[in-house]
């Protein structure tokens, strides 16, 4: 019995540590920025040595929710929710109702000097998944696809490309279906680097760049779509980069590698800067760099992509109505022809009717 109880305990020890290292080793780190200091995140470290303690994936997805306006979900601690006092400004009223929440994977740090522009705080990212669940139809879900393999063909790359290029003042040359497309976007530490789309690894990052740039058009597009309505729904821009992997996986940790964290920085540097534009400072961007993928899982219901659709349809409404109108319009014109048509024959064989005794005209009784 003794020995039985030693044994499990023993287990216990051995299976906790494994925990403990898993733990250790999905560390990252998580980057939140706002366009004004202070003004929904707060700036100062509150941990009593002065120092931030790290922080878990669920209590990232919490932050998130607070700040698009939801309780955080049931199930985080109460050590948690203490944590999220710490990143949050006090005040409930003070909440943008909009987020950027971007994963990275493949890297869990970065240099984070090139994001001069907006305020940004950094912590230790700790722990496993998160499923970020959201109540479907007060939020307005806009996904950043991974890249642009699935849907674009080598014109629309191209086009692509020469748009992230435009967007990142650089130049793109050649194409993608003679196999020759480069890119060139400079660096800010000077030099530029260089993407050859005949190269796998070099063609997925510029996609995944390109799909980034994309998608967050998209959510500002939906944005000002929304200005001009009564519909008010938080707002959420959510995806995954995962374009660092084909580089490692292709080159390791060497210079071309270093250069694409760097253009990856600038990207986003603008991109928010976009964001905050158009958002009049009212968003919040929360980076989140892992080793691994698929840390964040958004949950969103069904009756949003509904509703998205609905907004969509009738962003074109002129050509829809004119062409309800030509429909009733014909309709009316064929049923009112039609009519006419039968009245006319029904006279014409009214007039030329044999009066005869079998006729429908008078009835048999007058006859008899
Ligand atoms: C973000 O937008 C707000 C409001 O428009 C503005 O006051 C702030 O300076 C902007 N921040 C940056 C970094 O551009
Ligand atoms: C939809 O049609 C109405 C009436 O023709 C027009 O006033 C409105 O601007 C149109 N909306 C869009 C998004 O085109």
Not at 90 to 101: C, G, S, T, W
Not at 242 to 262: D, P, R, W, Y
Not at 274 to 286: A, C, Q, T, W
Request: charged fraction near 20%; proline fraction near 3%; include cysteine.
């Amino acid at each position: 019995m003794g020995f039985r109880v030693t044994l499990n305990l023993f287990l216990f020890v051995l299976f906790s540590s494994f925990c403990l290292n898993a733990r250790a080793e999905s560390s990252g780190s998580v980057v939140f920025l706002e366009g004004s200091s202070g003004k929904y995140l707060r700036n100062q470290p509150l941990d009593s040595d002065g120092e931030r303690t790290p922080i878990s994936v669920p209590e990232v997805t919490g932050v998130a929710s607070v700040l698009l306006g939801f309780a955080p979900d049931s199930s985080l601690a109460i050590e948690s929710s203490s944590k999220l006092n710490n990143i949050l400004t006090p005040n409930p009223f003070e909440r943008p109702l909009a987020v950027f929440l971007l994963e990275v994977s493949r890297l869990d740090d970065v240099d984070y000097s090139k994001l001069q522009v907006q305020t940004v705080i950094k912590d230790k990212l700790v722990g496993s998944k998160a499923l970020m669940h959201l109540p479907g139809e007060e939020v307005l879900v806009t996904k950043i696809e991974e890249s642009l393999d699935g849907e674009c063909n080598s014109a629309c790359l191209d086009k692509e490309f020469t748009y992230l290029s435009n967007f990142l003042e650089g130049s793109y040359s050649g194409s993608v279906a003679t196999e020759d497309g480069k890119l060139a976007l400079p660096l800010a530490s000077g030099g530029a680097l260089y993407l050859h789309v005949a190269k796998e690894a070099e063609l997925h990052f510029a996609s995944s760049l390109a799909a980034l740039v994309r998608g967050i058009n998209i959510g500002v597009e939906f944005h000002g779509d929304l200005a001009g309505t009564s519909f008010n729904p938080a707002e959420l821009i959510t995806g995954r980069f995962t374009g660092f992997k084909a580089l490692i996986e292709e080159h390791g940790n060497s210079e071309i590698l270093q250069q694409g964290v760097e253009i990856f920085q600038t990207t986003i540097s603008k991109l928010f800067e976009i964001l905050n534009r158009s958002y009049e400072g009212k968003i919040v961007g929360v980076l989140i760099y892992n080793k691994e993928s698929g840390m964040v899982e958004v949950a969103s219901s069904a009756r949003i992509s509904r509703w998205l659709e609905e907004t969509s349809t009738s962003t074109d409404n002129s050509t829809t109505a004119s062409e309800v109108k030509l429909v009733r319009r014909s309709l009316a014109w064929i049923t009112g022809l039609i009519l006419l048509i039968s009245t006319l024959i029904g006279v014409c064989m009214l007039m030329n009717m044999p009066l005869t005794r079998d006729t429908l005209l008078y009835s048999n009784v007058k006859f008899d």
